[in-house]
């Protein structure tokens, strides 16, 4: 599905039978701080040019046809970095999210931001609904920034839910299943993620979306966000078009299921 949108730069030219465009994309945005010690600069300069590298993502993903972006802005461990750091971050967020929204307004991006948003401050818990609500009835590429979210916290989340309307007798028990569990996650309006890509050397999930990625395809790449180009997106999607998902089932199976569907 081609989103509508209309970019200033050439749509991006992809490898020739390079079809199998993920649905959805969450990225790691990982390596920041790397970046700005490599050049003996302070980590803010490297969450600076992290932001620029978004833009040339949600740019990517528009003109390839991608529906869904998650982006790990800021996690619920990450509380822990040093309290300057902390501060810089959450400013660098604020004036982040006050730039780039009418510019993704205007490129009929729809912008949602998931995550235990309470933890911040009020003028930032404002700017996000702010720009939630102006972006909302947008068509085009949708973008998730997760902020303050944890994989363990999204589950929690979700079991508090169903528990409370067992507590109020709108639900049994035994009506609790994994379909119920997923429509309380966040994002669960949303497909699920084809394609995980983790940036900056580290094969880890780092508490992303423990419940969403069962079933995702994941990638890793050394490359520190800031550098992560257009180049480096493709890459991860030719990467994804050559794998088989198999979901429980035979490669043979799924093979003779693409043979049915293409050929009625
Ligand atoms: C990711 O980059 C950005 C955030 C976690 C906010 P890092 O800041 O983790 O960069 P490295 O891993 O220290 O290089
Ligand atoms: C994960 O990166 C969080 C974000 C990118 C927002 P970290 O750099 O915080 O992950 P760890 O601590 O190395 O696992
Ligand atoms: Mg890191």
């Known amino acids: 599905m081609a989103n509508d949108i209309s970019f200033d730069t050439p749509p991006s030219v992809l490898p020739a039978g390079k079809q199998n465009i993920p649905r959805h994309v969450a990225i790691i945005m990982d390596g920041n701080g790397r ?7 302070p980590r803010i300069m490297g969450h600076r040019a992290g932001v620029e590298a978004v833009r040339g ?9 991608v529906e869904v972006l998650t982006l790990f802005a800021f996690s619920s461990e990450n509380w822990r970095r040093p309290k300057q750091e902390v501060g810089l971050l959450m400013e660098l967020f604020m004036t982040a999210l ?6 993704l307004h205007k490129n009929n991006v729809r912008l949602r931001v998931v995550g235990d948003i309470e933890g911040f401050s009020k003028p930032l818990q404002k700017r996000v609904a702010e720009a939630q609500a102006l972006t909302q009835e ?4 949708t ?8 994989g363990r916290w999204d589950i929690t989340q979700a ?9 109020a007798g709108q ?4 009506d609790i299943t994994p379909e119920r569990m997923a429509d309380a996650m966040s994002l669960a309006d949303l497909p699920e993620p084809d394609l995980f890509i983790r940036t900056g050397g580290e094969s880890r999930i780092s508490n992303f979306l423990l419940w969403q990625l069962a079933y995702t395809e994941f990638y890793f790449s050394d490359i520190l966000w800031p550098d992560f180009n257009i180049d480096a997106l493709n890459n991860a999607i030719v990467s994804f078009a050559t794998r088989q998902r198999r ?7 799924v093979e003779q299921n693409k043979t049915r569907t293409t050929s009625c």
Do not use: D, I, P, S
């Not at 006050?98 to 510019?103: A, C, I, T």
């Not at 079991?159 to 507590?167: C, S």
């Not at 639900?171 to 035994?174: I, R, S, T």
């Open 35 to 41: 970046w700005a010690e490599k050049r003996n600069q």
């Open 57 to 65: 993502m949600v740019e990517g993903c528009a003109k390839n046809g």
């Open 143 to 150: 973008v998730v920034v997760a902020a303050n979210y944890g």
């Open 159 to 167: 079991a508090k839910y169903l528990a409370a309307q067992v507590q």
């Open 138 to 141: 947008n068509t085009g590429l």
């Open 247 to 253: 979901f429980g089932r035979t490669g043979q199976q």
């Open 171 to 174: 639900l049994n028990v035994e």
């Open 98 to 103: 006050g730039r780039e929204v009418k510019r």
